[in-house]
Nanobody, 115 residues
Framework: QVQLAESGGGLVQAGGSLRLSCGVS????????MGWYRQAPGNQREFVAH???????KYADSVKGRFTISRDNAKNTVYLQMNSLKPEDTAVYYC?????????WGQGTQVTVSS
């Protein structure tokens, strides 16, 4: 079993920054992927970014150049640095952890960007 604990959401003005964190504990294999999705009211959950255990990253086009994902393997923690935030970034952000055959989700953390 795997547990995820997210933190770092909040309210920020447009143009501001926030940093999300997600700590993972439990049965973690050496091959895995950690990342973030988000869901705005009335919308489907959408991919934001992920980072593999090998260090490769992928971003949604809507956040490229503004968001940076990173991980600390010693702490089993993934971070999402969000800069130049826009009102359309407002959503609940969900951390996820994937290992072969399994996928786990966090509870979500609210990010609200005011104009």
């Amino acid at each position: 079993q795997v547990q995820l604990a997210e933190s770092g959401g909040g309210l920020v003005q447009a143009g501001g920054s926030l940093r999300l964190s997600c700590g993972v504990s439990g049965s973690i294999s050496s091959i895995n992927r950690m990342g973030w999705y988000r869901q705005a009211p009335g919308n489907q959950r959408e991919f934001v970014a992920h980072v593999s255990s090998g260090g490769s990253t992928k971003y949604a086009d809507s956040v490229k150049g503004r968001f940076t994902i990173s991980r600390d393997n010693a702490k089993n923690t993934v971070y999402l640095q969000m800069n130049s935030l826009k009102p359309e970034d407002t959503a609940v952000y969900y951390c996820y952890f994937w290992r072969p055959g399994y996928e786990y989700w966090g509870q979500g953390t609210q990010v609200t960007v005011s104009s």
